[in-house]
């Protein structure tokens, strides 16, 4: 009897282990083309505001802590050959430096999200002041995003300069 009950509860115990394994998780599926992923556009949108504030207010540190520069960090300028993180951490700096002020206009923004990377393009029109002198600069812009441990950081700059006439 007691041989049979031993069984009996072996075959219970494999019966419910075997339930167990049958638990299936379901995956989630993310349509990065279709999702407008609102939320993210909305940091995505804090952070650019920032950035743009940080050189308003000639805060240097500021401004490159909106940088993921790491081997990966690339950047275009005005038909120039592509940089990485040093030159474009020194182009800031050199940047925030030379100018006394900033003004700004962002174009045809476009802010694109597809779950972790964020592609931002506008038409920018530019005025920094550089001394006594405004200086008007037209550029098309994308920016690269990345949300790196929950934090949205710019991992690619294109800035190429823009033809007014052209697009009124």
């Not at 083309?33 to 650019?48: D, G, H, R, T, Y």
Request: glycine share 4%.
């Amino acid at each position: 009897m007691t041989f049979v009950l031993i069984i009996i509860f072996g075959i219970v115990i494999t019966s419910c282990k075997q339930k167990e394994e049958k638990v299936e998780v379901e995956e989630v599926k993310i349509d990065l083309i279709n999702n407008e992923f609102p939320e993210a556009k909305q940091e995505v949108k804090s952070v650019l505001d920032s950035l743009f504030i940080s050189i308003q207010k000639r805060e240097t540190e500021e401004l490159l802590s909106y940088h993921l520069y790491s081997d990966k960090f690339t950047e275009f300028r005005d038909g120039l050959p592509r940089t990485g993180s040093s030159e474009n951490e020194e182009y800031e700096r050199q940047l925030i430096k030379n100018i006394s002020s900033f003004d700004y206009n962002l174009g045809d923004l476009k802010i694109d999200i597809f779950d972790r990377v964020a592609i931002v393009t506008f038409n920018a029109d530019f005025r920094p002041t550089i001394g006594e002198n405004v200086v008007q600069l037209w550029r098309q812009g994308t920016i690269v995003f990345v949300k790196n441990n929950g934090v949205w950081r710019i991992t690619h700059e294109h800035f190429s300069p823009m033809n007014v006439e052209e697009s009124e």
